[in-house]
């Protein structure tokens, strides 16, 4: 029997629930097969008094239910499509509840279940309804206490949200802990820990003078590897106070690192869950990316304390009021940290790289969506990446003053309370006198806008006028568009470089023209300096204004911007000389604007290193009507080459240059200095030339940290060489007890551009460092195969897009939402040429029609079938 159509829910439907809760009572006697829970609840009406009592729940064994003290018979209620219905109630009464779950054998990582033997919680979006049967909605909020009971030598720690209220020693060599959360939380933040776990203090004293106890809670052998995190979090921390004067509300913080989790971790009310990807981290085990990463999700967490906990979303349609809020806020913090240039490039990168897509395809979504069947397929790019993008153009079109007036506003208004972005548009819009009513259609409007800029000069009245027009293409459901309010940051630039105009436009209308007077010479225009608005921007710039723009913009992200806009032009140009049967030919200008850039002793490394990347693969394919990604492969590999040839000497002296004795330290200049001497090395590596090869080898061999020698490691991936084999035998040898960084030697054979790379992924499902049942695995080999591997997932036979999809309904029995994820780069079939739609489209299919399909795979391959 195939699977039923799963139901829709609709943001318009929405209803507030018929009950609140006063608070809740819970109960764990924690055993690895048959955990009871008991819940009791004080439920009251807030609707229409007599209403049924709706309940979720899903997986769970009931044992016994009460009513005030009244057992209910089989009569008393209905448990039908994983809800529990109970009539005729009371204005007011006491519920008990008492299930029993299976967290050994709970493979989907939801609810409570077992990691490496320790218990641990996800109830985002919907996993407390695995634990019990509850209000599973966010907009159900109330304080918890938590009676955790389970065996002392197996779960000497127990932890739970908020404060630590007793220990208690029972008989049987059994032990209880109560905690209490005074903060009204809704259930998906609620957590629960416990297991044999060593730990890591600190401690952080807040602004009004507070200590508070941070504690990191790690697999035994790992407390090495907590430093960086600790740091990291009470950077946040500072940061926090100083830039949004928010302070820390309870005595206590833990952070749990579990390495069985769908998500990067989960902000739980002083109780977050990570996975040990964004915790651990030492020199030899941890990137530079790493570090960046375990930086930017600690913050990221704590940041959620108020923007996400204090304050909530009333249903899952407003997830972005969170996570986009939180986006944004976590940039800003490593902006602070870091490079702010280099940041900002970075998020545009990942934007461009996994939102832009989205936006152009079959799973286009708003960033506050219409719809849904499965809330666990709505964890986006667009919800977070875009949603902070948003965020960030109100920040830009109101100041920094007005912004944090807002905040204040918001908070002033809405803590303890789960609110909708329209309430944040309210407080942001209220608190400055800034009508932002045609801004929020960002919030309701799916698709990326296309800015088309044309401009004159008029050199006898000293004029510049600049004209801006807008469209966007129809998406699912929406086939019209209405014109959208964006903040275009532009500047008008001289001949010496300096700017003449350095503006934020702010673009209301189809087609806008802006008007600059007393130019007295003519300049080139940088637009959308900063990417002040997440758009497609389609200018016609001559060659040698991209390289001026290049050399001597002021704003760094504009100068990178340059860089990258005429790499792509050139290689859409070699793409479609070679789609004509021409050779690739090199462009002697643009490999000159790298060589300046390469030489230039101003500007900053890692800077330096981000101008000197060529256009992803992926990038360029969504730059073509129809993607050829055998073509792009070869003219990407040919300029490559070109630039390597040229630039030889220069690389190797800034090579030399950037070789150092010093010990690894994480911070940026560092690390940026590490990017560019590896960017340097991967051009070297194009060379059929030994001695560059002796120190490719040499640095995977003697290198002192993982960033070198991942470095190298991910060069010679792509070479048919001895010394391939020999380094990936090296790497596993050294690091097979290190699960992380097995994770890095599934993906970079998974990326690999060598032709028996899909033979290669197959045989590692068998390997030992390989488990379908791990989030990270799975990630690490088959997702990086079909997200990152554009040459060879998309090959002509269709052989990867049947790995693929064999993975994918392994993956459904197991664990639902991780396989879901995992349909996207089938839904892209639109883009490819007929034969390749083809073979797409028939593993859609294929899916859809398997028996038994979990909600979550059928909404993503449905929409994506279309």
């Known amino acids: 029997m195939k699977t039923d159509q799963p139901k829709t829910i609709r943001l318009e439907d929405y209803a507030a629930p018929d009950y609140l809760v006063e608070n809740v009572e819970l109960v764990f006697d924690l055993e690895a097969e048959s955990t009871r829970v008991l819940c009791a609840t004080t439920y009251y009406a807030n609707n229409e008094v007599g209403a049924a009592l709706v309940l979720d729940g899903e997986d769970l064994t009931l044992l016994n239910i009460a009513l005030d003290g009244r057992t209910l018979e089989d009569g008393d209620y209905e448990i039908a499509d994983n809800q529990m ?93 109560v905690w209490e959360d005074p903060f009204a939380k809704p259930s998906y933040l609620f957590a629960l820990v416990a297991g044999d776990l060593a730990c890591v203090k600190d401690t952080f004293t807040t602004l009004s003078g507070r200590s508070v106890d941070l504690r990191i809670f790690v697999e035994h052998g790992n407390e090495d590897r907590c430093g960086w995190a600790m740091e990291s979090l009470k950077a946040s921390m500072k940061w926090d106070e100083e830039r949004f004067g928010l302070e820390y509300d309870l005595d206590l913080y833990n952070i749990v690192a579990v390495s069985d989790f769908n998500m990067g971790a989960m902000e739980n009310k002083s109780l977050n869950v990570f996975n040990t990807k964004y915790v651990l981290a030492k020199s030899d085990t941890a990137t530079d990316t790493d570090y960046a990463g375990i930086e930017a999700v600690i913050a990221h967490e704590y940041f959620h304390n108020w923007t996400g906990n204090r304050v909530t979303c009333r249903d899952w349609f407003q997830l972005s009021l969170k996570e ?79 912004f944090q007036k807002g905040m204040k506003l918001y908070f002033e208004r809405h803590d303890g309370q789960a609110v909708t972005c329209d309430d944040f548009a309210a407080a942001m819009s209220d608190a400055s006198g800034i009508d932002l009513s045609q801004f929020k259609l960002w919030y309701s409007q799916a698709g990326t806008p296309e800015i088309t800029a044309n401009w004159t000069y008029d050199e006898a009245a000293q004029k510049f006028s600049l004209t801006l027009a807008q469209h966007m293409e129809a998406t699912p459901g929406q086939e019209t568009k209405e014109v959208m309010h964006m903040p275009i940051s532009i500047g008008l630039v001289g001949a010496d470089g300096q700017d003449l105009v350095a503006e934020v436009l702010s673009l209301k209308e189809a087609e806008q023209t802006f008007t600059f007077e007393n130019i007295k010479e003519q300049p080139v225009v940088s637009l959308n300096r900063d990417f002040s608005a997440p758009i497609k921007l389609k200018a016609d710039y001559p060659a040698d204004e991209l390289a001026f723009l290049m050399a001597n913009d002021r704003d760094d992200f504009a100068r990178w911007e340059a860089a990258q806009a005429y790499g792509t032009q050139l290689l859409l140009d070699m ?35 981000l101008c000197l990347q060529l256009p992803t693969e992926s990038y360029l394919a969504e730059q073509m009507d129809v993607i050829d990604v055998d073509a792009i492969h070869g003219a990407r590999e040919a300029l490559r080459g070109f630039i390597a040839h040229d630039l030889q000497e220069d690389l190797l002296d800034r090579l030399r240059v950037l070789r150092s004795d010093a010990p690894y330290s994480p911070d940026a200049k560092s690390a940026g200095q590490r990017s560019l001497k590896n960017i340097c090395l991967a051009y070297l590596s194009e060379l059929d030339d030994p001695a560059c090869l002796g120190l490719l080898t040499s640095q995977y061999h003697n290198g002192d940290n ?10 010679l991936s792509n070479m048919d060489i001895d010394a391939r084999e020999e380094a990936l035998k090296d790497f596993y040898n050294r690091y097979q007890d290190d699960p992380l960084v097995v994770d890095k030697w599934l993906a970079v054979q998974a990326m690999s551009s060598l032709p028996s790379t899909l033979d290669k992924v197959k045989s590692l499902l068998g390997h030992e460092a390989f488990s379908i049942k791990n989030p990270n695995k ?35 029995k197991i664990n639902p939402q991780i396989a879901a994820r995992m349909v996207a780069p089938l839904g892209r079939w639109r883009r490819f040429e007929e034969a390749r739609q083809v073979l797409m489209k028939a593993q859609l299919q294929r899916i859809i029609d398997t028996d038994g399909l979990s909600k979550d795979t059928f909404e993503m391959a449905s929409k994506s079938l279309g």
Not at 324 to 347: K, P, Y
Not at 584 to 607: C, V
């Open 706 to 715: 993982m960033t070198d020698r991942m470095a190298a490691l991910g060069i």
């Open 575 to 609: 793409i479609a000389a070679h789609q004509q049967g021409k050779a690739f030919e090199k462009d002697a200008s643009f490999i000159e604007a790298l060589r300046q850039t390469l030489l230039n002793e101003q500007l900053d490394a890692e800077f330096i290193a």
């Open 85 to 177: 219905i109970i009539p005729n109630v009371p204005e007011r009464f006491e519920l008990v509840v008492e299930t029993e779950i299976d967290p050994k054998g709970n493979t989907q990582l939801s609810g409570l279940y077992q990691s490496s033997g320790n218990y641990c919680t996800q109830c985002e979006a919907q996993g407390f309804r695995r634990i019990t049967y509850f209000q599973d909605r966010p907009d159900v909020m109330a304080p918890y206490t938590v009676t955790i009971v389970a065996d002392k030598e197996t779960c000497p720690v127990m932890l739970s949200n908020g404060n630590l209220i007793s220990e208690t020693e029972l008989e049987d060599g059994q032990h209880a802990a």
């Open 778 to 812: 799975v990630r690490s080999l088959i997702a990086v195969f079909a997200h990152a591997n554009q040459l060879h997932y998309h090959a002509a036979d269709g052989s990867g897009y049947a790995f693929h999809t064999d993975r994918i309904l392994e993956l459904d």
């Open 324 to 402: 986009g809020l939180t986006v944004f806020r976590d940039q800003e913090f490593s902006s602070d940290m870091r490079s702010r240039a280099c940041e900002r490039i970075s998020n545009v990168k990942i934007l461009r790289a996994g939102q832009f897509p989205e936006d152009a395809g079959p799973l286009a979504h708003p960033v506050r969506p219409d719809s849904y069947m499965a809330i666990d397929n709505f964890y986006t790019a667009t919800v977070y990446n875009k949603g902070s993008e948003v965020i960030r153009m109100m920040h830009t079109l109101l100041g920094e003053e007005n």
